[in-house]
């Protein structure tokens, strides 16, 4: 067997990982190997290809569409018809503009001088020791061994082991994006982050949708009064079935039948079939350690199939130690499968990796979410039950304070009503001091950013409500009137950690 090819460096990854190369790396050689994602096996990760970005695209055409449509413009006296969506032209638009950037990415990466200390490999890296790959490529197999190795192999769509399901085959995240034409019906199984974008962008664009939730109420992660009110403009628009399980799927020659069953014996629901032209999965996705092998590079997995790292980044062993310049980042080993949270993590791996004696550490902010569903949904910190379960054990005590939209100019302008979509704070009432907000309702990702930035920075409610001028009338002043509502004493200390 002939010498394995040695590196400096080890990178696998080409999502958030294709922020880690650079002049500072100029003298290390590295080896960078990606397997792409999607159908295509496309360069430059989820994000881009498969994710945040185009279904973004998919959002905003999807909530133009909507606007559109008479039942919304004739309330402010608009006569409008939506006479359509023509789903090629949508999707060419979206990855007429994607797909260059990939190719643009990849071929910098692969041919540019400034990468001439870096040899790109398209192919699937698998560990064959500590420090060592094997890389599966169209070419035959390459062995690697490297003195530093990144980890950046993020995650793909979970199937759930329903029988029929995987043989039906579903469409995922992956692929529904990129189809030639939308089907007439669709039911998504599951009510997560993917399942209610997805579901505005279809039902926007016409088609029937059947949302399949196994729980009483939609986003059930997110604060309760969060879930409660999505779950009541969801089923408004298209079809929730809640408490509702899967129990077999079946592809026919005309569509996709599914079986339900109640999933909370004590709710009031009866067996069916939904029979409807396809299906897409929404249930979760998969860390890619098992293509990695990660433990037979003596590296740690938990339970729910992450690398186990350190708050610095640090891979560690099966039994918690830190492996020696091992790293990995994003949605491979952390809980929050988010871009902005893989971003900061390979932000931090790489400081560590040039300053080894001088270590930073992620997980010093708290981490936003936002779902760009309609209305938009955005939470920071703690839930409302989790407050209050903070409070219980720690002592102290809480106040929630609650601004409908509908309250404040900017509702008015948008016609939107009360009770309906709103603002959620929750401090701690001696200080003051911000554990989490929640906010349902338009550009709600735009508006939680000021909360964000009062937490991150450890300002107070009622400073961040009386210490700035707010623009009149802006949609932000219901932030304003939401931390009016909050204790007056000031805040020392940060969020906690
Ligand atoms: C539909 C959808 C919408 C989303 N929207 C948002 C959003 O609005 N906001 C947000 O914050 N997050 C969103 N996310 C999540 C976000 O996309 C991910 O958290 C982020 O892209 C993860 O980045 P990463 O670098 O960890 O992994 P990826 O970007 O997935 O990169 C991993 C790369 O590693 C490669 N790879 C894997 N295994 C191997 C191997 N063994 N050998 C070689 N290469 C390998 C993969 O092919 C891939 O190219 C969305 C995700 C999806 C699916
Ligand atoms: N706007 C965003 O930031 C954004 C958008 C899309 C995706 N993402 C990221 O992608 C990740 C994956 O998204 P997702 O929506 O697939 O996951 P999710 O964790 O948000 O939701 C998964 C859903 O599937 C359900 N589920 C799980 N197993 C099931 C089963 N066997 N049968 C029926 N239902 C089942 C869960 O109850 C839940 O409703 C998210 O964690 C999120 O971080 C983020």
């Known amino acids: 067997m002939s010498a ?14 294709n922020s880690f190369p650079g002049p500072e790396f100029a003298d290390k050689s590295i080896v960078y190997i990606d397997r ?18 185009p279904t973004k695209m998919f959002v905003h055409t999807a909530t133009v569409a909507e606007n559109a449509k008479e039942e919304h413009a004739k309330k402010f ?3 409008s018809k939506l006479g359509g969506v023509g789903f090629p032209a949508v999707r060419d638009r979206i990855f007429n503009r994607i797909d260059p950037i990939s190719h643009g990415g990849e071929e910098y990466r692969a041919s540019h001088p400034d990468n001439a200390n ?7 890296a698998r560990f064959t020791g500590p420090k060592r790959l094997a890389v599966e490529t169209d070419g035959g197999t390459r062995e690697i061994t490297a003195d530093t190795v990144l980890l950046a192999a993020g995650s793909r769509p ?20 990129r189809l030639e034409e939308l089907p007439e019906s669709i039911a998504i199984l599951g009510s997560g982050v993917i399942a209610l974008e997805f579901a505005h962008i279809l039902d926007a664009f016409g088609v029937d949708v059947h949302l399949i939730a196994r729980s009483g109420t939609l986003l059930r992660a997110f604060d309760e009064d969060i879930a409660r ?6 089923s408004a628009r298209y079809h929730v079935h809640l408490n509702a399980s899967t129990t077999r799927v079946r592809r026919t020659a005309s569509g996709v039948e599914i079986d339900l069953e109640p999933s909370d014996p004590a709710a009031d629901e009866a067996a069916r079939t939904l029979t409807v032209a396809d299906i897409l999965v929404a249930t979760g996705r ?33 039994s918690g130690q830190v492996l020696d310049g091992v790293y990995s980042i994003g949605d491979l080993s952390s809980p929050a499968q988010l871009k902005h949270v893989a971003n900061y993590e390979l932000k931090v791996a790489r400081h560590n990796i040039l300053n080894p004696h001088d270590l930073r550490r992620s997980d010093d902010m708290p981490i936003p979410a936002a779902v760009f569903t309609d209305p938009h949904i955005a939470q920071v910190g703690m839930t409302e039950r989790e407050a209050r379960e903070w409070a219980a054990t720690a002592g102290r005590e809480i106040r929630v304070a609650r601004q409908e939209f509908a309250d404040v100019a900017y509702g008015w302008a948008m016609e939107l009503e009360a009770p309906g979509d709103f603002v959620k704070i929750i401090v701690e009432a001696e200080t003051g001091r911000i554990l989490g907000a929640h906010i349902i309702g338009p550009e709600a990702a735009t508006l939680i950013q000021v909360l964000i930035q009062a937490m991150s920075f450890g300002l107070n409610a009622r400073d961040v409500a009386t210490k700035q001028y707010w623009i009149h009338p802006a949609m932000p002043e219901v932030i304003e009137n939401a931390c009016c509502s909050s204790p007056k004493r000031a805040a020392p200390g940060r969020y906690p950690r």
Not at 6 to 12: K, Q
Request: one cysteine or more; aromatic letters at 2%; proline letters at 8%.
């Open 4 to 17: 394995p090819e040695h590196f400096d460096i080890a990178l696998i990854g080409s999502g958030s990982g």
């Open 36 to 53: 792409g994602v999607g159908p295509a096996h496309t360069f430059g990760g989820t994000c881009l290809n498969v994710g945040c970005i």
């Open 77 to 79: 006296g608009v006569d």
């Open 118 to 124: 870096l040899t790109l490999i398209r192919g699937t």
């Open 158 to 177: 979970a199937i759930p082991g329903i029988p029929g399901l995987k043989e039906a085959k579903p469409l995922t995240s992956d692929t529904i994006m």
């Open 229 to 234: 009110r999505i779950t009541e403009v969801a």
């Open 286 to 318: 998969t860390p890619n350690s098992d293509l990695l092998d990660a433990p037979a590079g003596g590296i740690g997995v938990d339970d729910a199939g992450r690398v186990m790292v350190d708050a610095y980044q640090r891979a560690l062993d099966p």
